[in-house]
């Protein structure tokens, strides 16, 4: 899958990023986006409103955060989701979560540039829709912000439009993840996990990033604010 599909491109891609932990950027601000060249989806959204607002037109409740379902709020960083493209390994995941069967450990640091870093990985990325200045951006988010006129919803970030959230679930996202601590057999990862110099332990309590791909039915929760 991929970001825009056959969906109609209301503008060229103006960013490559959105507002999370995971990515930090510039600010959120529309005087910010172009002077760093890395605004947040934020200021992309900020910036499309506010160029409709120098034309007299106004919507209410049109800035729209939407997250994914099992997190507490938008700003909840534990939980996020993966941006087209992304590939699963074959069978069903060693992570030993039910609801999130596949097992990333994160490298230190996570990720550099444009790139995530992985000791160990049953998740990766593969290459997305470019966004500028680089041909595959990142793509591990907590929340995404947009514009929402009437029913349609309008990404500045990547110049597409969308119906509905279930919409952006289907054709934009490719799976789900959790941080968190969870036991790791070394055995299985092929790493030396606690330092003692053997990897030889079936049980150790690692951070990791935890996925799932993206099941039947929207997991996405909206967020409408009324922007000034």
């Known amino acids: 899958m991929e970001i825009g599909g056959h969906h109609t491109h209301f503008l060229p891609s103006i960013a490559n990023s959105c507002i999370g932990h995971d990515r930090q950027t510039s600010d959120r601000l529309t005087r910010n986006t172009t002077p760093a060249g890395d605004g947040q989806c934020g200021a992309w959204a900020h910036l499309f409103i506010d ?8 919507h209410t409740n049109e800035y729209v955060i939407f997250y994914q379902s099992d997190g507490a ?16 390994a074959s069978g069903t995941g060693i992570s030993g979560d ?21 000791r160990f990985a049953e998740v990766t990325d593969d290459t997305g829709v470019p966004g500028q200045g680089t041909t595959n951006p990142k793509s591990l988010f907590s ?13 500045p970030s990547y110049g597409v439009t969308y119906s ?6 289907d054709n934009a996202v490719d799976g789900y993840y959790e941080k968190k601590d969870v036991p790791v057999n070394e055995l299985q990862v092929g790493l030396d996990l606690n330092g003692d110099t053997y990897v030889t332990d079936t049980w150790v309590l690692t951070f990791a990033w935890v996925f799932k791909k993206n099941p039947i039915g929207n997991q996405l929760i909206e967020i409408p604010i009324e922007y000034p």
């Open 51 to 58: 160029a409709m607002g120098a034309q007299g037109i106004n």
């Open 73 to 88: 709020a938008p700003n909840d960083f534990s939980f996020g989701f993966a941006v087209n493209n992304w590939s699963f």
């Open 98 to 118: 039910a609801n999130y069967p596949f097992l990333n450990v994160p490298g230190t640091p996570e990720y550099s540039g444009s790139s995530y870093s992985w």
């Open 143 to 155: 929340n995404h912000q947009v514009v929402k006129i009437g029913t349609q919803y309008y990404d």
């Open 164 to 169: 509905s959230l279930a919409d952006i679930d």
